[in-house]
């Protein structure tokens, strides 16, 4: 998938069944090769990057308050609406779309970009 790409051309996947997630809690799921967290606070459904750019930690097994996932390793927080760090906003996880369909819970995660290896130099 190209950067140009249109969001809204990523399919939406169905990840678990609607109230399955536990209200505060977060479960963590495989989505387009990617590692995505989606937590319930007992209205709405929020989706994230699993890992946290710290030392990978899984968010998903995080606790969840106000908004925000803390880090289960060291107490990185991140808001669940933009991914940001909650101690430098500059610093973010990816977010996903969310929508319950009929019973299920469904995200919408585009495939990983491609990890750009440096080329060695000539000498």
Avoid at 94 to 116: H, L, N, Y
Wanted: glycine share 8%.
């Amino acid at each position: 998938m190209s950067d140009t790409a249109n969001p809204s051309d990523v399919p939406f996947t169905a990840v678990a069944k609607a109230g399955a997630i536990p209200a505060g809690q977060g479960r963590v799921f495989e989505v387009s090769g990617r590692l995505v967290a989606v937590f319930f606070d007992g209205e709405h459904y929020s989706a994230i990057d699993d890992l946290c750019p710290h030392m990978g930690a899984s968010l998903g097994s995080g606790p969840m308050t106000d908004g925000c996932v803390t880090c289960p390793w060291h107490a990185w927080r991140f808001r669940l609406s933009d991914g940001a760090w909650c101690d430098n906003p500059q610093l973010r996880v990816d977010v996903f779309e969310v929508r319950v369909a009929g019973d299920m819970v469904e995200v919408r995660v585009p495939p990983a970009k491609p990890v750009e290896l440096p080329t060695s130099r000539p000498r």
